[in-house]
């Protein structure tokens, strides 16, 4: 086991370069954090790394493959010193329906499992050697889907995968709350700017019936998100694991 050696807590965001992980690095840098980047891109990692601070490291990797995420949580890891808190934000979404043809389904469904469910499970063994203890933290970004399903057909495989996130975090939960860790899941309806709203292609009547659904008014922002997951990380949050906390203006209930 690893602890810190920095006088700065460290995060490791995964899928981190772009829309709600981007917001998540961002805000954790502001509150003092040393910041750890995974995404599958290199190009896109090094330009935003150098833009939230010239500290942040960086890791290409496709994390559902497992060598892949073992050796770049590995080398976050080494540089970063060991890790305070892990945000399992990578993800990405292709249409199942019901009546999509079967091998055709079973592709995508492979595709969707490995990029949001296994994904958070191979990152999360990963890092788990790494963590703080006590005070370790996993926060796992799921999704509204995972309770209500999707806002239009098509969400067949990515509701599955982000309920076995869920699920996965409650039972990680139980078995690592002895040392100190928590792990919790973070579950945001619609958020703008995002690859899954901002364009999933859901028409732009039906983002105004969502709207006007949502009890505040509004559609949520990646920044609402970064909120609840520094609250999560923080000593604040020591008592809460194994919880799934909605960040969706009331969604569930408009």
Known sequence: MQVSINSKRTVVVTGGSSGIGLAIAQRLRQEGYRVGLVARHSDRLRQVASSIANDTVWQPADLGVRSEAQAAISALAQDLGGIDVLVNCAGSTTAVRADSPLEEAEHA???????????????????????????????????????????????????????????????????????????????????????????????????GEIVHEIPVGRPGHPTDVAAAVAWLASKDASFITGATVPVNGGWRIG
């Open 109 to 207: 469904w492979d595709d969707v499992i490995a990029a949001n469910l296994k994904s958070t499970f191979l990152a999360t063994l990963a890092a788990l050697s790494y963590l703080r203890r006590p005070g370790g933290r996993v926060i796992n970004i799921g999704s509204i889907a995972a309770q209500s399903g999707s806002s239009r057909p098509g969400g067949l495989a990515y509701a599955a995968a982000k309920a076995g996130v869920q699920g996965l975090t409650a039972s990680l939960a139980r078995e690592v709350a002895a040392q100190g860790i928590t792990v919790n899941t973070i579950a945001p309806g619609l958020i703008e700017g995002t690859e899954f709203f901002g364009t999933a292609g859901i028409p732009s009547a039906r983002l």
